[in-house]
């Protein structure tokens, strides 16, 4: 939410803390320090965040980086806040301990795990420490080459995936396309210049579709609130990668977005578009019914109209988008009372339960906090249970499905790549088409032209995407 809230009398006493801590401390860019910690705190407030987190927010560097101590937060703002800067500085010490970008980007998975351990007692901290790396990622400019590159790297691996997994929709696209723009600013300017230009092209036919849809809804009695939205840059990077690069398959580039009152109209407003347009096949998606897991709510059609235009509709309540745009963000500002008293008690039980996971999470660092074991293992398959990263030898990173094998990765990379693999080298050792890759390989495949697509590499596979490119590879042949 937007409306601009009145300091309290605790957050007015943090800022003077922060203030005096930071004192004499200047930033990169040459401005006082005390500058980021109000960044964060305007982005907290931004989010609809609870006063302790925005207590904690303002004073979250003070323990780590000034003469401020943690017993004497505690003492001036009690408890909780105490613990959210805690949890924040441990964060902080776990990264420092990442040497170098080469022996930091494989262990990520341990990392990571590290990372959500310290502060799985309280999701409030990954939410601060979220809109600490936004400030930060901000103003990357003023970092010398190298350092961009390590930060822009790990924003793009780990914070803009947190806050998918938060469903944090708009922090996700702000953090990965500036991330992005740093990790390959060539990629970037090509790409944001392609939906410019096809956003220009389009507009006129996509006003013309949007006054029809306007006029049938209003004969039909629906509120309704209409827009468009343009593809983020690294979605688009992300989605062309899983076509071959193909753009004919991306049809979402610019969509049509339609908020309506409750969840009756979306899919009476659904039925109402596929009475005006024809429905593609196989592309109508009712998130509604079941949702994403990150617990994201739309119902998604992809329509081609009389002149032949393709366009997506995303159709949802206004809660619905309040929580794609927030995320669980947004369930602290519906739930504030509710939840802080929840956290007191350390539940959290009225979570979506497509964001059971954070439970979880929280009752394994309580485990561990009490000498009792946990199935750490476990635990990373439930917060990344479809992903893993893995590295091209140019260091671009590609994500794949939990268990994809070295075609699977051959055939994201391109159809000719993938139909003359003759092997395969990982971590630059020879492996085989049969080692399941892991989060953080280094994936080189080699290939010769001679080379012909076998069908037994259909055991070898295990992504729809690749499945089908193979097929066609055998048809063709
Ligand atoms: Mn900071």
Not at 15 to 44: M, N
Not at 212 to 222: F, R, W, Y
Not at 410 to 422: D, K, N, P, Q, T
């Amino acid at each position: 939410m937007n409306e601009k809230r009145k300091d309290t009398a605790r957050i007015r006493q943090a800022v003077d803390l922060a203030t005096a801590a930071h004192e004499g401390q200047t930033r990169r860019t040459g401005e006082p320090y005390i500058i980021h910690p109000l960044a964060v705190k305007k982005i907290l407030e931004e989010w609809g965040m609870d006063e302790d987190t925005i207590v904690a927010g303002v004073l979250h560097d003070t323990v780590e980086d000034t003469d401020v101590t943690l017993e004497q937060i505690k003492e001036e703002f009690g408890e909780s806040v105490a613990q959210l800067v805690d949890g924040v500085t441990k964060l902080g010490k776990i990264r420092k301990n990442m040497k170098d970008l080469d022996t930091y980007l494989p262990e990520t998975k341990d990392n990571f795990l590290r990372l959500m351990i310290a502060t799985g007692n309280d999701i409030r901290v990954l939410i601060i420490k979220l809109a600490d790396r936004l400030h930060n990622a901000r103003t990357l400019s003023a970092l010398p080459p190298e350092k961009q590159k390590k930060i822009a790297l790990e924003t793009l691996e780990i914070f803009a995936p947190l806050a998918d997994r938060l469903n944090m929709g708009r922090a996700r696209v702000e953090l990965a396309d500036l991330a992005f723009s740093y990790v390959d600013p060539k990629r970037y300017a090509y790409l944001k210049d392609l939906i410019e230009k096809t956003n220009k092209q389009g507009e006129k036919a996509l006003k013309q579709i949007e006054k029809e849809v306007s006029e049938l809804l209003k004969k039909e009695k629906i509120e309704f609130e209409i827009s468009g939205r343009v593809k983020s840059v690294y979605s688009l990077h992300k989605k062309l990668a899983k076509h071959d690069q193909n753009m004919g398959e991306i049809y979402d580039l610019v969509a049509l977005r339609i908020i309506v009152p409750d969840i009756t109209s979306c899919y009476l407003t659904m039925g109402l578009l596929h009475s005006l347009y024809t429905p593609m096949n196989g592309r109508i998606k009712d998130y509604i019914a079941v949702p994403k897991q990150n617990g994201y709510q739309s119902l998604h059609t992809t329509v081609i109209t009389k002149n032949k235009k393709i366009v997506e509709f995303q159709i949802r309540t206004r809660e619905m988008h309040e929580y794609a745009e927030r995320g669980l963000a947004a369930s602290f500002y519906y739930n504030e009372q509710k939840l802080t008293e929840n956290y007191k008690e350390g539940k959290i039980q009225h979570l979506p339960t497509n964001l059971l996971w954070i439970t979880e999470l929280q009752d394994a660092a309580a485990k561990l906090r009490d000498g009792k074991k946990v199935d750490l293992k476990k635990l990373r398959l439930n917060l990344f249970a479809d992903k893993i990263f893995v590295y091209t030898p140019k260091g671009d990173i590609i994500d794949l499905p939990k268990g994809s094998l070295p075609l699977d990765f051959a055939f994201r990379l391109h159809s000719e790549i993938g139909s003359h693999v003759v092997g395969v080298k990982i971590n630059g050792k020879m492996s085989n088409l049969n080692r399941k890759l892991e989060h953080g390989d280094v994936v080189e495949i080699l290939t010769s032209k001679n080379q012909t697509p076998k069908s037994s590499w259909l055991d070898k596979i295990i992504t729809p995407h690749a499945r089908q490119k193979l097929k066609q590879a055998l048809t063709r042949q």
